[in-house]
């Protein structure tokens, strides 16, 4: 049988190491590309590419060079910045790429209409507002983020009006932040696997005990309102490819989301160590078609800790890996 090679983009991000080092024990070339030189994946991975910014205009042809050059057999872009221009790959009939499908992916990426689009579907969400719309009608203490955004980053709590107009007197664009009700309760990061087909395989709810930008600590908890709530955005909204849920409970426990990721979260390690391996299940699928097969079961009560795992090499070897970096 041939080698597969797979490239996967953001080699820099938390969760990427292990994901690559996953890939190869399964026996596929790994390819890895990031903006940075020393981004880790690069140097875990088997061969690795400096890539321009996923907004650039160079972005795509460099991406879509790489994958025939090196005979690339599937995609997983992990950066949000990307994913529009990777989608493209699949939709021009080169190769399949491991996202929800094109309308659904801009959705997410625009929080204030996900948020809208949700409602819509009766999926419940946050009160939310543009910052050029004021606060009226929302309780303090709120949220403040940017629109477009990532990695919690922007994410600020107002506690009183006052501090809404002196953060909104330091802002250019109103219209580019939200702001929404802040919701007190538990908080969880959810796992949807779903591929073409538009079956829901399984739903990984993963409750949030430590975050700092991304999940540090979580563990696996079912949850069946969670699971019906997340079940209901792939029924309702044709995902149709991997997506993450992230949400919280009110007081009464019922949940509120109030983001989605159309890519494989940083949480993805707990959802395979949950005994989901998420990310081979969908890319063999990807690869071969969807098959007939058992139901996909996690175990519940599985701890995540993310840690910095130092590895140390000669180096001669770390020469050696420069050479693979283009």
């Known amino acids: 049988m041939t080698q597969r090679t797979v490239f996967i983009t953001g080699a820099g991000g938390a969760a990427v190491p292990g994901l690559i080092k ?3 024990q399964k026996g596929i070339r790994v390819i890895a590309g990031d903006m940075v ?6 140097y875990i991975a088997d061969k690795g590419f400096i890539l321009p910014a996923g907004t650039s205009s160079h972005f795509f042809p460099t991406l879509k060079k790489i994958c025939r050059e090196e005979k690339v057999d599937a995609v997983i872009p992990l950066v949000d910045e990307e994913l529009l221009s990777a989608i493209k790959l699949e939709e021009e ?10 309308n659904f992916t801009a959705l997410c990426l ?11 579907h009766q999926i419940p969400v946050p009160k939310t507002k543009l910052a050029s719309e ?8 709120i949220i403040a983020k940017p629109r477009v955004g990532r990695g919690s980053r922007g994410v600020k709590v107002l506690k009183t009006k006052e501090d809404f107009q002196a953060y909104c007197n330091g802002l250019d664009q109103l219209s580019s932040i939200l702001v929404q009700e802040y919701i007190p309760g538990k908080e969880f990061t959810v796992s949807v696997v779903v591929w073409r087909d538009g ?10 005990v430590h975050k700092q930008n991304i999940t540090k600590m979580a563990v696996t908890r079912r949850n069946e309102k969670v699971i019906r709530i997340c079940s209901k955005v792939q029924k309702e909204m044709k995902a149709n490819g991997p997506f993450n849920v992230q949400l919280k409970l009110d007081p009464h426990g019922e949940p509120y989301i109030f983001e989605i990721n159309p890519r494989f ?12 391996d998420e990310l081979n299940v969908l890319l063999d699928q990807a690869l071969t078609g969807r098959k007939a097969s058992a139901p996909l079961v996690w175990k519940e009560g599985i701890v ?10 000669s180096e001669e070897d770390f020469l050696n890996r420069q050479t693979n970096i283009e």
């Open 22 to 24: 996953l890939l190869k």
């Open 37 to 42: 030189r020393h981004a880790v994946g690069l």
């Open 93 to 102: 009939g080169h190769l399949p790429v491991l996202l929800p499908q094109r």
């Open 110 to 120: 625009d929080k204030y209409q996900l948020m809208n689009q949700l409602a819509r």
């Open 134 to 141: 004021g606060c009226e009608g929302l309780l303090f203490p």
């Open 199 to 208: 079956e829901v395989q399984s739903v990984i709810p993963k409750e949030i």
């Open 265 to 276: 979260s940083t949480s993805v390690s707990l959802t395979i160590a949950s005994g989901i």
């Open 304 to 313: 995540l800790l993310r840690q910095s795992l130092d590895e140390c090499i």
